[in-house]
Nanobody, 123 residues
Framework: QVQLVESGGGLVQAGGSLRLSCAASGRTFRNYAMGWFRQAPGKEREFVAAIRWSGGSLYYADSVKGRFTISRDNAKNTVYLQMKSLKPEDTAVYYC????????????????WGQGTQVTVSS
């Protein structure tokens, strides 16, 4: 049974930083791509970042490129999202997810999801 547990969300002022973590269990973590997504109130869930199983390929949404960094530690079965220069429009529930071997930005390719962690950026 695959489980993903996010942590690290909170309230931060615009321009601040947060680091989200996602602890995975229930599968051979290092074999699969991981992704971060977010959903703001009244909006659809959207792609934020993804990382290949080896950590060698990184993908970012244009809205976060240059501000967010995704990384993973396969020894700890954990994926991270370092967020800097946060903006009020980054406010959302952030979810980590895992799917297949292929790294993708497509939500439908991710089979397992965490419960989400709230990030609120005040202006």
């Amino acid at each position: 049974q695959v489980q993903l547990v996010e942590s690290g969300g909170g309230l931060v002022q615009a321009g601040g930083s947060l680091r989200l973590s996602c602890a995975a269990s229930g599968r051979t973590f290092r074999n699969y791509a991981m992704g971060w997504f977010r959903q703001a109130p009244g909006k659809e869930r959207e792609f934020v970042a993804a990382i290949r199983w080896s950590g060698g390929s990184l993908y970012y949404a244009d809205s976060v490129k240059g501000r967010f960094t995704i990384s993973r530690d396969n020894a700890k079965n954990t994926v991270y999202l370092q967020m800097k220069s946060l903006k009020p429009e980054d406010t959302a529930v952030y979810y980590c997810a895992t799917g297949g071997v292929v790294t993708t930005t497509e939500i439908r390719e991710y089979d397992y999801w965490g419960q989400g962690t709230q990030v609120t950026v005040s202006s």
